[in-house]
């Protein structure tokens, strides 16, 4: 290429930046700008970089330097400045997509707790699978149900207060008795030389807890 196409090619990748940066109003690493023109402007890196480079070296655009990366974006002081119409509008349209925002979110957080609802749910074959097993435990239980009211061995009320009478009062003598054995118990293994265990070994004593004998509570 002949110095004079690489000035104007030169010159073209230079106007196409400086527009881009402009309209964009952001800020670009030479990598991000070549990525973003190389195909619709057929631009290298090469170009992108001496342009940059050039339009920073020219002051017409910023340059700021982060670590081993230069970045660059428009100077603010040569775009145009907006009316306060313009600024207004603005803020109209600010409030505007702020507004349609947080009903977006809304409705996001709307449809997320129905999700969740939805997940947590049974499934059309789950419900059915469960009214099933509910219609066959229900059967189990009138059959029961029926079984017991055609029995003819029905205690009567009277036989039921007889039992727990009696049940009461077998508690009571249980009771009773345990106490003395207890008592008595007591008073001779206060002169024995020997411990309590030893001593039930030797006589051959047996205690409720030796069997798993526990006294019954009161119906």
């Known amino acids: ?3 004079g196409r690489e000035a104007a090619a030169g010159g073209g990748a230079t106007a196409v930046l400086l527009r881009y940066l402009q309209e964009q109003n952001r800020p670009y690493s030479a990598q991000d700008a070549f990525g973003n023109l190389q195909r619709e402007h057929g631009l290298g890196k ?3 970089v001496k342009a940059l480079e050039q339009l920073a070296q020219q002051g017409r655009v ?6 081993k990366q230069k970045i660059y974006f428009a100077d603010q002081e040569q775009l145009p400045a907006a009316s306060d119409a313009e600024l207004r509008g603005l803020d109209g349209e600010i409030a505007t997509r702020s507004g349609q925002l947080q009903a ?7 449809m997320e707790a129905e999700l969740k609802d939805l997940n947590s749910s049974l499934t059309t074959p789950e419900i059915a699978r469960e009214i099933e097993a509910l219609r066959k ?13 055609s029995a003819t061995n029905h205690v009567t009320p009277e036989e039921k207060e007889k039992v727990c009478r009696e049940q009461q009062l077998y508690r009571r003598e249980w009771r009773r008795r345990k106490r003395m054995a207890t008592e008595l118990l ?3 293994l206060e002169g ?13 004593i047996e205690t409720d807890e030796d069997h798993g004998a526990v006294l019954p509570a009161t119906v």
């Open 192 to 204: 024995y030389p020997k411990s309590k265990k030893q001593f039930f070994e030797e006589v051959g």
């Open 1 to 3: 290429m002949s110095k």
């Open 137 to 149: 435990e229900c059967a189990s239980y009138t059959e029961k149900l029926e079984r017991i009211k």
């Open 186 to 188: 007591d008073a001779i």
């Open 62 to 67: 910023r340059e700021k330097v982060y670590g």
């Open 46 to 48: 090469a170009a992108v």
């Open 104 to 110: 977006l979110q809304q409705s996001c957080r709307h």
